[in-house]
């Protein structure tokens, strides 16, 4: 009878453990997860599926895809049918997350964890139902009475006799293929058992024979040899284990190994362990646990946790874990992840590790390793490491022996995207062909590959075949030594200055021209350039002067140009900008010019110019700026201030009379108003001034009188009044002196005509007074002189021959002079250097006598006559 008890078990047990008989149970189709659809890469899929993206460089090679060696596709999963691919013949270790396995059953499907299945099949042969561990799904319960043959599963009370099954001699050689028991065992097993237990045995029973009256309270001085007919509820004594299993599960676990594993050939009833053993296993179990273990294995599991362990375990798993842990580990794995972690450790392991690993983290340890990796990439990187490698290679691959096209465009696509430069209607393709069929460039070698490439680039978009001048530019000589290119003096190797202006130039600037980072002079005004500033121009750390005058370009300019904060002269002069004038243009602190005219700016001048303390010549004029002048600009160190043909009004700033060295305030044409400060005078320096065309009123100030240097005094058109001050005797320059259109009256100041660099004199249309000074043809450079429209009186003094002999035009009309024309003024007009003679000479009798035409070339009626 026992005997036979013990053949039927171990029969029972070979069904659970025999290949065959797994496989002969259909399993059904796994129902489809979301981690199977496009939305995989979801956050709930992230721990279920390993991405594929990780491993994926982009590709740099001309119209294809990079190829991978086989070496790479082995480790990095590139093919289908490699151990550690992502395809759906392949598997994550010897199986796959698909129709796979993980480990020896799948995840998937046709697979288990273990034996059977996690959808269809079960924890073994049975399926996880909620109900029960059995192969059917169903409740057990144990029977009051013995039964004649043995069950699958243990009762739970103990049977009025004992069933006396022999105890196996020898473990059995496998496990069983049911989870862990829901509490381990006080110690490891020497082999696990097949089924769990409920309830571990602290201690086994002492007793050879059981209890035919029930369990014992105490424990026996010696472990039984055959199983008790119910459990201990004091584990024994003995610290031996038990030659033969029990049927039932003991109340304590035992303290030392059972030698053999229970007779039960059912899982537990009750399921699984989900609560931590106090102890660590001695071997390792062969399913992970749903909960982490409160003290770390001394070896560790054959399969991966489900869910990181609390605190670091003492020895590495084997295989990888399948999600990170919560915190590092304190001994380096003795094998490499597959996955690289979410983030470094903290603090990093404390020596490297003793291999190499066979796939590269994502990011760099802090430690380097003892060993190079197993497999390097056959490409260099785009990028360089920021951390060196631990060991130098043993021997270095030359950069001759590459593809010297794929080497040129791996240098190039630094600061061009592959495919722009692969588009061959963009001149960046055209720099790239043209040094890519030079066979005298060396790619390995030429130490300014990108800054040929970049001035290659601006040649061939502005239409460098029809510049002006372009000797030497895209041929073999170096770039240094190309027209209109200045390298530094030191290694003559870095462009520091191109002088391109009114060189022919069409078209637009290239992003390229970023490249040139030690160009401090960059000169292309005078061309027909278009389009807008460019952002990458702010990456020319080390411009100063930036010329784009008299070009086509548009926009707003300023989100790029202010952040140049190394720019001392900014020269934007006669294109198409537009908008208002930046307030961060006063972030440009080292700003000596700042030219912006004949544009369409408009808005207010900001007052931020006031920072620009270096600023000497500010040319605004030819645009739409409105509203006063800022007294702020008395804070810079003006030397030129060009603000006319603008809307600005009115007073102009007593501060602005600060800048003592300025030479050159022109406002004209504006809406100013007020009166010119008598601090004029102290801009001894001016050689230009031009009020013309405001609103000016008031006299004139005297203090005038000390600008000596002064070669333009033009002050028409505005409301000036009253009688003009004789303040030219110190002059020496003037050539201009225009007080045109005002309200001035007086003599005209003789001192003027003292000058012997004047040229132009126009008095017109004022309210000046008495007679001709008699010096007016001393000037010998007297060109224009127009004294009509006022109310001199007398007649034309008589000149000495040699003198007017520049005159052009003199014109006397609407005043009361009188008597005649002198001959040698007719004379000027014989020899055809005199061309306007204008005079009172109509009306019976004429003002003036003076024929028509052969000297007055057109004669008025007296303005005070009928």
Known sequence: MILATVILAFQCLSLLVSPTVATSVAPKRRKPSPCDSTMADSHNCRNKRPRSDANVEASTTIGREKQYSKTERSL????????????????????GYGTGAYGIGGYGAMGGYGMGGY?????????????????????????????????????????????????????????????????????PTENPSLIPSPSPSSIPTVSQVPSETGPTRQP?????????????????????????????????????????????????????????????????????????????????????SLKPSAEPTQQPSFPPSVSPTSAPSTTPSATPSLKPSAEPTDPPIASPTSSPTSSPTSLPTLTPSSGPTVSPNTSPSHTPSNIPSGNPSS?????????????????????????????????????????????????????????????????????????????????????????????????????????????????????????????????????????TVLPELAQLNSLQVLDLETNSFRGNPWSALTTMTSLTSLRLSN???????????????????????????????????????????????????????????GECSLEVLLGYQNRLSGDIPELLFTNVNIFSLRLDNNFLTGSLSTRIGDLTSLQDLRLSRNRMSGNLPASMGQLTGLRNLIVSTNSFSGSFPDIFQNYTNLMFFDLRNNALDGPLPASVFGIDSLRFAYFSNNMFSGSIPPTFSDPPLLRDLWINNNMIVGTVPDVESGKLLSLSEFLLQDNNVTGAMPDYICSLREDGILERLRSDCAGSPPEIVCSFPDCCDQCFPDPMGP
């Open 119 to 187: 959808d269809t099949g079960g924890y073994g042969m049975g399926g996880y139902d909620g109900n029960s561990y059995s192969p059917k799904g169903t409740k057990s319960s144990p029977t009051r009475k013995p039964t004649s043959k043995p069950k699958s599963s243990p009762t739970r009370k103990p049977t009025s006799k004992p069933t006396r099954v022999a105890p196996t001699k020898k473990p059995s050689p496998r496990p069983t293929a049911a989870p862990i028991s829901e509490q381990p065992s006080g110690a």
């Open 76 to 95: 990095y999963g590139y093919d289908h049918d490699i151990v550690y691919g992502y395809g759906t013949m392949s598997g994550y270790s010897m199986g």
């Open 575 to 633: 294109n198409a900008f537009e908008g208002l004038l930046s307030s961060d243009i006063g972030k440009l602190t080292l700003l000596e010019d700042f030219w912006v005219a004949s544009n369409s700016f408009m808005g207010q001048l900001p007052t931020d110019l006031g920072r620009l303390v270096s600023l000497r010549n500010l040319l605004i004029y030819e645009n739409f700026l409105t509203g006063a002048i800022p007294a702020e600009l």
């Open 395 to 531: 021997k270095p691959t030359s950069c001759s022996e590459l593809n010297q096209t794929q080497v040129l465009l791996d240098e190039l696509t630094q600061v061009t995207e592959l495919s722009i430069l692969l588009d061959s209607s963009t001149p960046q393709n055209e720099a790239f062909v043209w040094m890519d069929q030079d066979a005298s460039l060396d790619v390995c070698t030429y130490p300014t590959v990108l800054q040929r490439y970049s001035l290659a680039v601006l040649y061939y978009s502005t239409n460098g075949a029809n510049w002006n001048n372009q000797l030497d530019w895209v041929t073999p000589s170096p770039e240094c030594v190309w027209q209109s290119v200045t390298c530094d003096a030191a290694m003559n190797e870095n462009v520091v200055r191109i002088e391109l202006a009114q060189n022919g130039l069409a078209g637009t600037l290239q992003p390229e021209i970023s490249v040139l980072g030690s160009l401090t002079e960059l000169f292309l005004d005078r061309n027909a350039l278009e389009g």
């Open 220 to 304: 026996s001085d010696h472990p039984s040899f055959l199983p008790s007919g119910g459990p201990t509820e004091t584990p024994t004594l003995s610290t031996s284990p038990s030659e033969s299993p029990s049927d039932i599960p003991t109340a304590e676990p035992s303290s030392p190994p059972s030698l053999s594993p229970s007779a039960s050939s059912s899982p537990s009833a009750t399921g699984p362990t989900f609560a931590p053993s106090s102890r660590p296993s001695a071997s390792p179990s062969l399913l992970p646990t749903q909960k982490p273990s409160s003290a770390p294995s001394t070896t560790p599991s054959a399969a991966s």
